[in-house]
């Protein structure tokens, strides 16, 4: 038997294993296996898996470094992590390797180093002055976390505004926790209770909120360039002499652009033209259960109220 023919037979024996069983995306994308790709199309596929990768590992490293009293390179990791998250997304785009399991794998990294994470190091980081409040507010930060990654995953309307998140992002609302870390580095003794409040239950609440947060995404496309580069220098530049400081400005600065572009909406839109603002929002069926049309026979006899359908907590 020649190389040829083992081969044949050989592949023969996979498709009669495999025949059984067929791999299918939530999404309804057509799945196909890894080992029916040729090298060179598996590496480019698995290569944004690779800085997802590396995005969980420093989440989880971040963990346990706060439970060693390490809080500073703690946020460190989890600020690495928040720039592997972007560098994953923009990789798999210029690849074209936009899968169904990349998604996934992501949301599960984003939940450890943006869910996890903070959440414990919020939790260790005032426990000391405020034992009770630091587990419920980690916790609740938790509880937020899971339910802004669940929504985006089960979300998808093609008619949204693309530049809007709806809800702070987890890396965003993880940044207020880094931000605030590193400003202040030791664990809370002294400092006003306010403040465990500000820096950890309010990004958790606006994670699970529907407010609408301006992505900057576009920041990262070549026409762009000549404002990001000089941005992301001055950015470094604070970053490495003023680290707390200009934490704190980058990240409870984006969290004000929601109220801000709230309040200068009107203004905005008058002098640079409907395009400067968010569109209006469309209500969305339930992301918690599935609406099914009602049997035919089931609104006999009920008003017109009644069979005008049937609204998810979303839409009540």
Known sequence: MTPDDSARWRDRG???????????????????????????VRARVMLPSLFTLGNMICGFSSVLLSFQGRFRVAAV???????????DGAVARAVGAITPFGLQFDSLADLISFGIAPAVLVYTWALPAYPVWAWAGAMFWL????????????????????????GLASPGAAGVVIAT????????YDYDPLLPVVAGVLPAALMASSFRFRSFRDLLSPRHLRLTVPLAVLVAVGLFFWPGVTGMVLAFGYVLTCPLGWLTAP??????????????????????????????DSTQGLGDDARGGVAGPAGR
Not at 144 to 166: E, G, Q, S
Not at 272 to 294: C, K, Q, Y
């Open 77 to 87: 990791l989890v600020a690495v992590s928040i720039v592997l998250d972007i560098a």
């Open 143 to 166: 509880s937020c976390a899971a339910y802004r990654l669940a929504r985006f995953n089960v979300t998808i309307d093609p008619l949204a505004d693309k530049r809007y998140f709806v």
């Open 14 to 40: 996979r498709d009669r294993m495999s025949r059984g069983m067929r791999l299918v995306s939530a999404s309804g994308a057509r799945v196909v296996p890894l080992s029916r790709l040729n090298p060179r």
């Open 267 to 296: 203004v905005r839109r008058r002098w640079f033209g409907e395009d400067a603002v968010a569109p209006p929002r469309r209500r969305l069926p339930s992301v918690i259960m599935p609406i099914e049309d009602p049997p035919e």
């Open 181 to 188: 870390v590193l400003a202040i580095g030791e664990p809370l």
